[in-house]
């Protein structure tokens, strides 16, 4: 779908994508990093809107250097921040965009009409946009990315501004552009572990450079914890849990232990029952973006390093 080989975005005082390699294949991708990280950058690069300094990249097999006006044809694009006339409404103004892809009348207004309704739109679309809530203002923005079926869109941010009610169900929506239509999706975020319940790859970026690309399943065995507080006998408790096969280690007054499967929950809940001590808190934690800068085989010994996004509460 997208491959990106050695791009570089440099500004003046900052270079935005450095050296980038990567390639996003048929499904739903979560392109991960902080404020910051490149991924509207990469985004404008990748439609054709803003040269790279250097490197290439190709969309759908077209290259972003020469062939823009092919590319957005066929792609579709929801932009972090909004730009929604406030007197028109989501019909109208997803009728235009509809009309700007070069969809005739009637078949721009019959999409428009598939499309918010499949956003969850329903008799608000005839109301001018100005007084949408932030969620339905992140519809139409998805509505119009889907209206002329484009074979690949790139969302950026679409949770932003969301309550966890309405990211849940932006979440869910962004998963069924695929399943219900095979469209496929590259949808950025700051937060990994929203990205994580909706995309089949996960690529993470930092300060322009590629950090980490899998697949979510190996990504999240790599980066999933359980954090294990017991009232005394650790020493002991990590004895028994390396006993039996599982990867653990001491962390202060916390021992944490490597989620290999679902049954690593009942080992370690049979371990603190056979020893008889108390059990204070049993939690997964998610290692943090900071952290996947460290070999995976000491992230677990460092889970005070500092966030990359400032709280960093929902990567944790
Ligand atoms: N037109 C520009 N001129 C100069 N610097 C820019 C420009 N656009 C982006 N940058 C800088 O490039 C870096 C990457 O910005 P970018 O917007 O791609 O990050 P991001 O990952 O999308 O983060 P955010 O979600 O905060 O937009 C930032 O340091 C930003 O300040």
Not at 15 to 31: F, I, N, Y
């Amino acid at each position: 779908m997208i491959a990106t080989e050695s791009l570089s975005k440099r500004y003046p005082r900052v270079t935005a994508l450095d050296r980038l390699s990567v390639d996003v294949t048929p499904g739903v991708t979560g392109l991960v990093g902080a404020n910051g990280a490149g991924k509207s950058t990469l985004i404008k690069i990748l439609l054709g809107l803003s040269p790279a300094t250097e490197g290439r990249a190709a969309v759908l097999g077209l290259d972003v250097a020469t062939d823009g006006p092919q590319i957005r044809s066929l792609v579709g694009y929801m932009p972090e921040h909004d730009c929604l006339p406030p007197d028109v409404s989501a019909t109208e103004f997803v009728v235009h965009m509809a009309r700007m892809s070069g969809l005739p009348p009637t078949a721009a207004r019959e999409r428009t009409a598939d499309t918010l309704r499949h956003v969850g739109l329903y008799e608000e679309r005839y109301r001018p946009m100005g007084g949408y809530s932030t969620g339905m203002k992140q519809r139409v923005k998805l509505a119009q990315a889907l209206v002329h079926d484009p074979k690949l869109v790139l969302l950026d941010e679409p949770t932003n501004g969301l309550d966890p009610t309405g990211r849940d169900e932006m979440l869910g929506l962004i998963r069924r552009v695929h399943t219900d239509f095979g469209i496929s999706v590259l949808v950025t975020s700051h937060l990994l572990g929203e990205l994580e319940r909706t995309s089949d790859h996960i690529v993470v970026i930092d300060g322009g450079k590629l950090l980490r690309a899998s697949s979510t399943s190996e990504f999240t065995q790599a980066t999933a914890s359980l954090a294990v507080e017991v009232t005394d006998r650790e020493g002991e408790l990590l004895t028994l849990l390396t006993g039996a096969g599982l990867t653990a280690q001491a962390s202060g007054h916390l021992l944490l232990v490597d989620i290999a499967d679902e049954a690593t929950y009942d080992t370690v809940r049979d371990a603190v029952a056979g020893l008889g001590v108390g059990l204070v808190r049993m939690e997964q934690r998610r290692h943090r973006i900071a952290e996947l800068f460290i070999d995976d085989d000491t992230t677990a010994t460092r889970e005070d390093a500092p966030s990359k996004e400032g709280d960093g509460r929902d990567a944790a």
